[in-house]
C-alpha cells in the first residue's frame, strides 16, 4: 500500500504477524526507466519478508517488462501488476483502475510482464535494458549481490493482478475471465468499483463470481476488502470459495491481525510502535531528505483505541524521532 507498506512496516508486520504475502508499495514503471532512482527506495526488502511481492503500476507495456526484469534480478517471490488504483494521479493517466476500461492495453501490459520475467530466465539483467539508465543499472546489480544463490537460481517468479470489480459499476464476468485468458499466477480482486474508491462496503458476492471462473484455470484468487480480524478472513475464505484473502487497512497498527493464536511473550502495540520507529529511522535516516513524518500515521493507528488515545495520539503526532516517541511512551506509561 502506497506510503504505508514500505521496508521497516513490513518487516514489522512479519515478525510479529507472520502473513504468508507481503506486497511492495506500487511503483511506478515510467518513473523506473526514467532513471527515478530514489523510487528503487520503495523496493527495498530483508530476507525476513519472504514471500516479497513487488506492485508496479503504470501505462507503458515496454516499461513493464524492463522491471519485470528488474524485479526478478533484485530476487522477488513475484510481480504483481496494479489494475485496482483509483487515484485520480494514477487513473487519469491510463493506469491503475482505468485499465479496467481499457483491456487491449491490460492485456499489452500482461503479455509484457510476464516477457520481462522470461527475459530475465534467459539472461537479461537491468544493464541490458534499453531504457533502464546506467546508474539505475548499477544499483540494481549491487543489491542483486545479495540475492540468495537458490533464489537467484530458481525459476520463473509468478506474475499475478491487482483489481477492482468494476470501473463505474461491477463488471466482474467480463473482466475477471479477460484477464484468465492470459493465465497469471493470481488475481487478487478489491471488491469495490474504481467509482467507489473507499466508500461504501466492498462486494464479497462480487468476489465470490471470480472465484467461481478462476476454479476452472490455474490461477489463485484471492478477495480483498473490509476484513477487520483473522476470524472474519477464514469465514469469508470459507464462505465465498476464494483462496485466501489479502488484509489491508485492518493491519495498521495491527501486524497480530494475521496471527491465530497471540502468546504471552508478544510485545504490547506500544513496544512495537517504538521498535518501529527506530527501525524507520535506521532505514531511512541516512537519506539526503530524511524526516520522520511517514512514521507518524504509523503512531497514531498504534494507539488506536487507548484509553486517552486522543491525547496521546497529539502528542505522538508531534514527534520527530524515535527518542521522543520513546519519551511520550514513558510519559503515559505505555512501555
Ligand atoms: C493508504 C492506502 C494505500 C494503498 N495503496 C495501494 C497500492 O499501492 N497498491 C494496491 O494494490 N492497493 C493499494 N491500496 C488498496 C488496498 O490494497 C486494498 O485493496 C483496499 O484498502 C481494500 O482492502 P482493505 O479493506 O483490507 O484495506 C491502498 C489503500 C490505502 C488505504
Known amino acids: 500500500m502506497d506510503g504505508v507498506t514500505d521496508q521497516p512496516y513490513r518487516f514489522i508486520q512479519k515478525k510479529y504477524g507472520q502473513p504468508d504475502l507481503l506486497y511492495t508499495e506500487f511503483t511506478n514503471v515510467e ?8 523510487l528503487l527506495k520503495d523496493f527495498i526488502y530483508d530476507e525476513s519478508q519472504r514471500h516479497i511481492i513487488a506492485q508496479i503500476y503504470g501505462k507503458t ?5 524492463q522491471v519485470a526484469t528488474i524485479v526478478c534480478e533484485l530476487g522477488f517471490d513475484g510481480v504483481d501488476i496494479n489494475m485496482g ?3 485520480k494521479t494514477v487513473a487519469s493517466s491510463g493506469a491503475g483502475a482505468a485499465l479496467i476500461e481499457n483491456p487491449e492495453l491490460a492485456k499489452e501490459i500482461i503479455v509484457a510482464t510476464q516477457a520481462g520475467v522470461t527475459d530475465f530466465l534467459n539472461g537479461k539483467r537491468a544493464k541490458d535494458c534499453e531504457d533502464i539508465t546506467p546508474q539505475m543499472a548499477a544499483l540494481v546489480s549491487q543489491r542483486a549481490q545479495s ?5 537467484a537460481e530458481r525459476t520463473a517468479i509468478p506474475v499475478s493482478i491487482k483489481t477492482r470489480v468494476g470501473y463505474h459499476q461491477p463488471v466482474t464476468t467480463e473482466w475477471i475471465s479477460f484477464l484468465l485468458e492470459f493465465e497469471p499466477a493470481a488475481i487478487a480482486l478489491h471488491g469495490r468499483t474504481l467509482k467507489q474508491h473507499y466508500t461504501g462496503l466492498a462486494s464479497w458476492e462480487e468476489i465470490a463470481v471470480a472465484a467461481e471462473l478462476a476454479k476452472k484455470t490455474n490461477t489463485i484468487l484471492l478477495g480483498n476488502g473490509d476484513i477487520p480480524s483473522l476470524s472474519d478472513a477464514k469465514e469469508k475464505i470459507a464462505t465465498y470459495n476464494v483462496d ?8 495498521f497498527g495491527n501486524p497480530y491481525i494475521f496471527k491465530s493464536e497471540p502468546e504471552s511473550s508478544d510485545p504490547s502495540l506500544t513496544q512495537i510502535a517504538l521498535e518501529h520507529s527506530l527501525l524507520f529511522e535506521e532505514t531511512y535516516g541516512k537519506d539526503e531528505r530524511y524526516n520522520f513524518l511517514p512514521m507518524r500515521k504509523h503512531l497514531g493507528w498504534y494507539v488506536k483505541g487507548f484509553r486517552d488515545a486522543k491525547e496521546i495520539r497529539i502528542a505522538l503526532c ?3 524521532s524515535a ?10 506509561n505505555l512501555i
Open 318 to 320: 508531534q514527534s520527530n
Open 31 to 38: 518513473g523506473l526507466c526514467h532513471g527515478a532512482t530514489q
Open 61 to 65: 507495456p515496454k516499461y513493464f517488462r
Open 244 to 251: 485466501g484473502v489479502l488484509i489491508g487497512r485492518g493491519s
Open 85 to 87: 488504483c483509483p487515484a
Open 323 to 332: 527518542q521522543e516517541v520513546k519519551n511520550i511512551l514513558i510519559e503515559y
Open 147 to 151: 540475492v540468495p544463490k537458490e533464489v
